[in-house]
């Protein structure tokens, strides 16, 4: 099992009287079936879209304006539109145990389908359709930072975010999930 998490805590100090400290993670994983039982860094729950040994790279870039986050696949199912989004908890062996959304702003109705706060500038959509070769990537940009310990991984879902309310925020099934340790 490989886990390679980096820290980014070079700062980078920009040619400016104000310098300004990015900070973030990247994490690079293969997906390995949750079935099999033991912890992974990244789990697939459907190894015939996300496949044993497809790549996982999810990168964090923190600023003082807010957080640029960004998810790349590779080696998943060719041709597809899949939903992803930052969730609150770690995976585990069930799609469930990764918990639901991380909002800025907090639904007091849970499950939040409200499109008030089930939304990509409340949330972090980071939905994509794969190549020919089964590769894809998305990123985001929202105006705030993650509260400590409170997005800890990606969800790939089967088909793209709803957006209707009632609906916002679903995107089928849980496919795969990695492990992000958000700061
Ligand atoms: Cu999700």
Redesign the pocket.
């Known amino acids: 099992m490989s886990f390679v998490t980096s820290a980014i805590a070079a700062s980078m100090l920009v040619a400016s009287p104000t310098s300004v400290q990015c900070q973030g993670v990247a994490v690079s994983e293969w997906f390995e079936p949750a079935a099999g039982g033991g912890v992974h860094a990244a789990v697939t729950f459907r190894a015939d879209v996300v496949p044993d040994g497809a790549r996982v790279t999810v990168v964090e870039r923190t600023g003082h304006d807010g957080t640029h986050i960004a998810l790349r696949l590779h080696g998943v199912e060719a041709g597809r539109t899949f939903?992803a989004?930052v969730?609150t908890k770690p995976c585990g062996a069930k799609p469930e145990d990764s918990g639901p959304?991380y909002q800025d702003r907090k639904d007091p109705k849970q499950p939040s389908t409200d499109p008030a706060y089930a939304n990509p500038r409340n949330e972090v959509w980071l939905d994509l359709t794969t190549d020919r070769r089964g590769d894809g990537g998305a990123s985001a940009d929202v105006q705030w930072r993650f509260r400590d310990g409170e997005a800890r991984s990606v969800?790939v879902?089967e088909h793209a975010t709803e957006t209707g309310a009632g609906h916002a925020g679903m995107?089928g099934a849980r496919l795969a999930c990695v492990n992000v340790p958000f700061v």
């Open positions: 939903g989004h969730h959304h969800v879902h995107a």
